[in-house]
């Protein structure tokens, strides 16, 4: 009897069901297979994605490096953040990087960490002709690191190291040059 009670439960069955006493009855809860349940429901809200990420477009070190320059020369802050590592990045000697993933729990901090640094960034690389150069890889050893320098526009001259995070290859560090 057990079993035939719990099979039309799982049937989904809603009508009372002959038991020991006749007061007994099981109500199994409405199940339709024409209609799926709202996803909406079941997804918590989207948050913004405040992560760097090229995908296909930065497969190799140089297109990254390449890609970075162009959208520094370009005053493009949004292209320029797919391609920064932004859980790793060391600017200038500071670890912004580290900074900016302890502030990952209040994305209104992060948020306006990257834009903070963004804006400097394109203030002191960009080109008012939007012309650039194109960065020299210098490739080490090492298959998940690599170096390149840049001169920008503006007359500095940087280094970029870049790293692999999966298929990506993304900036993780900008150093000055001395020219």
Known sequence: MRSRVLWLTLAGCTAPVAGPSPSTSVEAP??????PPNPAALTRPKRPILVGGCLTRCTSPLESATAFARHSAN???AGLVAHLDTAELVAFGE????TWARDGEKD???RAGIE????????ESHATDGATAEP???RGADAEKATALWSAPSG???RLTLGRRGLEWL???IERVAE
């Open 136 to 138: 020299q890889l210098s």
């Open 156 to 158: 500095h001259r940087y």
């Open 95 to 98: 670890s912004l990087g580290e």
């Open 30 to 35: 409405i199940v339709s297979a024409s209609t």
């Open 171 to 173: 900036v993780r560090g």
């Open 75 to 77: 005053g493009d802050g």
């Open 116 to 123: 903070a640094f963004v804006s400097r960034w394109l203030a």
């Open 108 to 110: 209104a901090a992060r």
